[in-house]
């Protein structure tokens, strides 16, 4: 078992940065691949980046690539989530997730086994 819990959300403008992190206590960090996800209200639960174990590889979705980062301190057993050029639609609830088995997607919300409680993001305009 790992437990997660997200921090570092807020209310924000457009244009603005938050980084978001995500610490892990139960075991150790390093023996999971990391996920972000968002989901905005009335709408599904959406991937948003997503990190190997060692962290020298990433994914993102489309809408936040070359704004959003993902990174892990596995020493510090954290993982982060810089987001940068903030808009009104990144406005949403931000969990992350942990998988400790080989999955053929990490975008999917399915192939992860545990989540956060996740942390609110609002960017007004």
């Known amino acids: 078992q790992v437990q997660l819990v997200e921090s570092g959300g807020g209310l924000v403008q457009a244009g603005d940065s938050l980084r978001l992190s995500c610490a892990a206590s139960?075991?150790?960090?390093?023996?999971?691949?990391m996920g972000w996800f968002r989901q905005a209200p009335g709408k599904e639960r959406e991937f948003v980046a997503a990190?190997?174990?060692?962290?020298?590889?990433?994914f993102s979705a489309e809408s936040v690539k070359g704004r959003f980062t993902v990174s892990r301190d596995n020493t510090k057993n954290t993982v982060y989530l810089q987001m940068n050029m903030l808009t009104p639609e990144d406005t949403a609830t931000y969990s992350c997730a942990a998988t400790d088995r080989w999955v053929p997607w990490v975008a999917a919300v399915a192939s992860y086994d545990y989540w956060g409680q996740g942390t609110q993001v609002t960017v007004s305009s």
């Open positions: 990190v190997n174990l060692r962290g020298d590889n990433r």
């Open positions: 139960g075991r150790s960090l390093g023996s999971f691949a």
